[in-house]
């Protein structure tokens, strides 16, 4: 019989690598979605293409992680071999606006659903993985991080994280339950949700390209991430949970890029050269050159509306967090040791897989405005 798995947080982006992965290998997934008013299968539908068909390929299940009775029902139902909560507010500067929401979503959630195993009696059935985040280490007190350097979160979207890391801790050790913790450092894709730093860059560098937009406003240019691909850190969330013993682990490339390195980056797909100009608050992006994009990204050099001179980046203080995160980056030697695991997909190729997708958006964008190319 084919494995049960669980994933809250389907529609998300992870949720729908993680949801290919498991089918591809024979899992029957069910998939826990919000009730709201719009499509929020929109991700799921464009990541599997045309022809989608939830209840053929995903069970779907209606529900929530801050619901205790309807979570509960939910594994009652399904009885899952694995749960994989991939559920969170997950927006760290939406955390600072709404931190009790954050911690009921991101904290209590994690508690909901491993007293929910516990109490179904199914502690020695299912196996949890539990979504943890570099963002625990905040502050950070030594570089690189590992599964034991000290926690210090900067952010509520942290601290909640860091309940939920702990309790999964505590119910393995007090329950004997198979629960484990990924500690995935960023991981991005073209599914990146549009307002995470990342998407916002590539999204709005594309519509800059082609004269849509004007301007990028960010806020800290400088600070450094550790940024690999979600299609790899899926396959860590499996790994950890076919290990005989259930760890903790640390998920990351070991490698550490600005956000101006990411910016520089994309533009580069696109054509151009960028160059920097001020300090601080007046620091800009100029265009300093334009050449010719790469050649899969869907423009022709004449279709590029920004010339040598135009600013096309700028600091805006409204972006700055209340808390910032300077620096992270992660060694994942313990999953390379002992879960054979190793991220396989370079930065500049995911940077390119971005920018390049988001031009193709930006290109059908003018299409249907124009019904043509001007």
């Known amino acids: 019989m084919s494995k049960k798995a669980l994933i809250t947080g389907i529609t998300g982006q992870d949720g729908a690598y993680l949801s290919e992965l498991l089918l591809k290998k024979g899992y029957e997934v069910f998939g826990v979605r919000r009730r709201v008013s719009v499509d929020n299968l929109s991700r799921l539908r464009e990541f599997y293409g045309p022809g989608f068909d939830a209840d053929k390929k995903i069970k779907f299940r209606y529900g929530d992680v801050t619901d ?48 929910a195993v516990r109490t179904l009696g199914l502690e020695k059935k299912t196996r949890f993985y539990q979504a943890s985040t570099s963002e625990l ?6 570089a690189p991080q590992t599964e034991l350097t000290p926690f210090y979160p900067r952010s509520p979207y942290g601290a909640s994280k860091l309940f939920g890391y702990w309790i999964t801790v505590n119910y393995r050790e007090s329950y004997g339950m198979f629960a484990a913790n990924g500690i995935l450092f960023n991981h991005e894709s073209p599914l990146r949700g549009e307002t995470f730093v990342t ?28 940024w690999g691909h979600a299609r790899d850190y899926v396959e860590a969330m499996w790994l950890i949970l076919q290990q005989k013993k259930a760890e903790d682990f640390v998920i990351a490339t070991g490698l550490q890029y600005s956000v101006k390195e990411f910016i520089e980056a994309a533009v580069k797909v696109a054509g151009l050269a960028i160059k920097w100009e001020g300090r601080g608050l007046s620091e800009k992006g100029i265009v300093d050159g334009i050449g010719r994009p790469a050649r899969d990204c869907g423009i022709a050099p004449g279709m ?26 992660g060694d994942f030697s313990k999953a390379g040791k002992k879960l054979g695991w190793s991220p396989k997909i370079k930065f500049a190729e995911l940077v390119r897989e971005m920018i390049i997708s988001d031009l193709k958006l930006a290109r059908r964008v003018i299409y249907l405005k124009t019904g043509g190319f001007q």
């Open 68 to 115: 205790s009775p309807g979570i509960t029902r939910l594994i009652a139902e399904i009885k899952p071999d694995e749960i994989y909560n991939l559920a969170a507010q997950s927006h760290v500067a939406v955390s600072f606006e709404q931190p009790e929401y954050t911690a009921n979503c991101d904290a209590l959630g994690a508690l909901r659903l491993l007293e």
């Open 137 to 142: 280490f905040g502050k950070v007190r030594e």
């Open 199 to 226: 998407r916002k860059i590539t999204l709005a560098l594309s519509r800059i390209v082609l004269g849509l937009e004007k301007c990028l406003f960010m806020g800290n240019i400088n600070s450094k991430r550790d």
């Open 304 to 329: 590029i509306k920004v010339k040598k001179g135009d600013v096309i980046v700028k600091i805006a203080p409204e972006f700055f967090r209340p808390a910032e995160v300077e620096t992270l980056q």
